[in-house]
C-alpha cells in the first residue's frame, strides 16, 4: 500500500529558530511512526537582491554572526532528516507545488489554505498573547490576529497547539469553533548531531567567562530579559560568585524598535555591562554547546504559546536545569530539571539562581547522550501516535 505524502508547509515558520525547532519536531514525530513521506515545502520569497546577498555567504570560510539567516539554504535546516523527509522550494504557488509532490494532506498551517488547493490541511495556533498582553501589540495588530485566527477556527476542519492552554484560549475566544483541536505532547528532543560544535573554540572567540547562566531567546519584549538582568545584580550583591549571563538570539522586535537599545542602556545603569554577553543568532550546535557548560538555563518569558519555549525544550532534552517563570502554561512542565520563579519577580529570581548556582558547585554533570536518546525516543513515539492518530482520522 502506498504512503500518504503529508507535507509539512513551512511558511511562517523558517523566519524564526522556535519555528524551525517546532517544525522538526512535527517531522521527528510523524516520520518516527514509518506510516508517511514527508515533504518540506519552503517559500522561496526572497528578491534578487537577497539572492545575491545568499549566494555570496555560501563562500564564507567562517561562521558570520551577523549574516542574516534567511540568507542560508532553507534547505539544510531540515539535512538531519535526509533521505528520510524530502526538501523542496517553491516561489509562487503553493498549488503548483502540492500537485507536483503529489502532496495528500499539508500540515501545520498558519494561514488558512487557498480552496484551490482541494486537499485537507491541519491549521496551527500559536497562542493568544495579543488577548492577554494588549500593550505590546497596535490596536491593528491585534485585529490582525484576531481575524487569522478566526478565519483558521472557522475553516480548518483539525487544528493543532503546542500546550493545553492554548487549546484552551480557542475554547475561550472562539467558542463557536467547530474545528477539532489537537494539543501535541510536550516533547524535548535530544540530537546527537547538535553536539558537534567545540566549545573551547566559542568561548575563545566570545571572550566568554567560566560560569554564566544561559537565555537563548529573540529580544521580543513578552520574553522580559531584564527580569533576568535586574536578577544578577542582586544576585552579585548576595554572592560572591562571579557569574555572567550569555544571550543568543535575533535582537530585533519589530514591535518596538528600539527595545534592544532601552535593554542595554538598563545594563550600563544597573552596572552589570561587563556581566552580560550578547552573541546575536548563532548556529544551533554552537547555541547547544553553550547550554551544556552553562550553570542553567533561564527563561523569564511573560507569555508562550508552548511550555517554557522552545529554549526550555532544549534545556530538559540536553539534561541542563532551567529555570523558569511561573507563568500557566509553564506549569505544563513536571520535571526535576525545572525551578520556577515568580513572573517579572526579579528578587526571587535572584534566589533562585543563587541555589541553583549552590547546586552547580556541588555536581559533576556529565552529558550520557545514550540515556537521553533513550528519553527522547520514548518521547518521540508519544507524539507520533498523537499525529498519526490525527492524520488517520482526516
Not at 110 to 131: A, K, L, S
Not at 185 to 206: A, D, G
Not at 278 to 285: A, D, E, N, Q, W
Not at 368 to 377: G, N, P
Request: proline share 4%.
Amino acid at each position: 500500500m502506498q504512503k500518504r505524502k503529508i507535507g509539512i508547509h513551512a511558511a511562517g515558520f523558517i523566519g524564526w529558530g522556535g519555528g524551525i525547532d517546532f517544525l522538526r519536531m512535527i517531522i521527528r514525530g510523524i516520520l518516527s511512526t514509518k506510516k508517511y513521506e514527508v515533504i518540506v515545502l519552503l517559500p522561496d520569497r526572497l528578491t534578487f537582491k537577497d539572492k545575491i546577498k545568499r549566494s555570496l555567504s555560501r563562500f564564507s570560510l567562517t561562521a558570520n554572526k551577523n549574516t542574516p539567516r534567511q540568507f542560508s539554504d532553507q534547505r539544510n535546516l531540515f539535512r538531519e532528516f535526509s533521505p528520510e523527509a524530502v526538501s523542496v522550494s517553491y516561489k509562487k504557488s503553493l498549488k503548483k507545488a502540492v500537485k507536483r509532490h503529489h502532496i495528500d494532506l499539508l500540515l501545520p498551517c498558519i494561514e488558512v489554505v487557498n480552496p484551490d488547493i482541494d486537499i485537507p490541511w491541519v491549521g496551527y495556533i500559536y497562542d493568544f498573547q495579543h488577548e492577554y498582553l494588549t500593550q505590546f501589540f497596535t490596536p491593528e495588530e491585534i485585529k490582525h490576529r484576531q481575524i487569522q485566527f478566526g478565519n483558521t477556527v472557522h475553516t480548518a476542519k483539525n487544528v493543532i497547539v503546542n500546550s493545553y492552554a492554548v487549546k484552551k484560549d480557542i475554547e475561550k475566544f472562539y467558542p463557536d469553533s467547530t474545528a477539532k483541536v489537537t494539543n501535541l505532547p510536550f516533547t524535548p528532543l535530544f540530537n546527537r548531531q547538535l553536539l558537534s560544535s567545540n566549545f573551547t573554540e566559542i568561548k575563545n572567540r566570545y571572550a566568554l567567562p567560566d560560569k554564566y547562566f544561559i537565555i537563548s531567546n529573540q529580544f521580543w519584549i513578552h520574553k522580559s530579559h531584564i527580569t533576568a538582568f535586574r536578577a544578577l545584580q542582586i544576585l552579585h550583591s548576595i554572592s560572591n560568585e562571579r557569574v555572567a549571563i550569555v544571550c543568543t538570539g535575533d535582537t530585533g522586535d519589530s514591535r518596538r524598535a528600539d527595545y534592544f537599545d532601552s535593554l542595554k542602556k538598563e545594563i550600563r545603569d544597573l552596572g552589570i555591562e561587563d556581566k552580560v554577553f550578547f552573541l546575536g543568532y548563532i548556529s544551533k550546535p554552537d547555541q547547544i554547546q553553550l547550554l551544556l557548560h552553562s550553570v542553567a538555563l533561564i527563561q523569564p518569558t511573560l507569555f508562550e504559546g508552548g511550555p517554557g519555549g522552545g529554549a526550555t525544550y532544549d534545556a530538559i532534552a540536553f539534561s541542563k536545569p532551567a529555570i523558569i517563570s511561573d507563568i500557566d502554561i509553564n506549569k505544563e512542565i513536571n520535571d526535576p530539571l525545572v525551578t520556577f520563579f515568580q513572573v517579572n519577580n526579579h528578587a526571587d529570581l535572584a534566589d533562585k539562581m543563587k541555589a541553583v548556582l549552590e547546586q552547580h558547585k556541588s555536581s559533576h554533570w556529565q552529558l550520557d547522550a545514550d540515556k537521553l536518546e533513550e528519553e527522547t525516543a520514548q518521547r518521540i513515539s508519544v507524539l507520533g501516535d498523537v499525529l498519526s492518530a490525527l492524520i488517520d482520522s482526516i
